[in-house]
């Protein structure tokens, strides 16, 4: 179980990437009033955890409804969780995150908003910057490698502890920017990428296996 535990956290940790939301979350909220930043917070991790817990849950019925089997889903999912991990590494990643915080403050000063009266909990901090195409790809393929409901609620423990690890990186962004540093950000973005795809590499062997019934 504990073997599980720390897979699970790993790979959610790294695609989620709560260091990599801080700078994005802190250009997004900049000069938003305190109380209103804490609120955004706190509603883009409920927001992005409900979305990924549907998913964990319901994600083998809407695969079988689909008609699709979950080896395949494992080897397309673990091509685009390794597709991740080569952005990470080369920090392209980062720069669409970016592109898209720009794009929500351009969006708002044309409609002639502040960012005090934007809200950006839903679009785009919970959707898709933390629930977005890799997150829910490998909340599912971790729920599909769980076998029984202990398996499950392991997977459930790793996701919780990562959204609570994302929740207060988004509450102290200001300190953790001064913190980190450009440079720490982008050694820890290019590490985690390495991890990553390792990790995704594993999911597509796995895959495999199942499919063509080896080993």
């Known amino acids: 179980m504990l073997a599980l535990f720390v897979s699970a956290f790993v790979t959610l940790f790294v695609v989620l990437d709560p260091p990599g939301c801080v700078p994005i979350f802190s250009s997004l909220t900049n000069g938003a009033g305190t109380a209103h930043r804490r609120s955004m917070a706190f509603r883009s991790v409920a927001i992005a955890s409900a979305v990924l817990v549907a998913f964990a849950l319901g994600g083998q019925a809407f695969l079988g409804a689909l008609g699709i089997s979950l080896p395949a889903f494992k080897i397309a999912g673990g091509i685009m969780v390794f597709l991740i991990a080569i952005d ?19 969006a708002a000063a044309a409609a002639d908003k502040t960012i005090e009266s934007e809200d950006i909990s839903v679009f785009p901090m919970a959707i898709p910057m933390l ?14 490698r769980s076998h029984g409901w202990e398996e ?6 790793a996701l919780l502890a990562v959204m609570l690890i994302t929740l207060v990186s988004l509450l102290m962004a ?6 980190m540093g450009a440079k720490f950000e982008g050694a820890l973005t290019r590490l985690l990428g390495v991890v990553l795809a390792a990790l995704a590499a594993q999911f597509i062997v796995d895959g495999i296996k199942q499919s063509f019934s080896i080993g």
């Open 88 to 106: 990470m590494v080369f920090e392209k990643r980062t720069e669409r995150r970016e592109h898209r915080a720009e794009e929500v403050i351009s």
């Open 131 to 144: 629930a977005g195409p890799g997150s829910l790809a490998a909340i599912m393929l971790l729920s599909a």
């Open 152 to 157: 499950s609620l392991v997977v459930m423990l």
């Open 174 to 179: 200001g300190p953790l920017m001064r913190l």
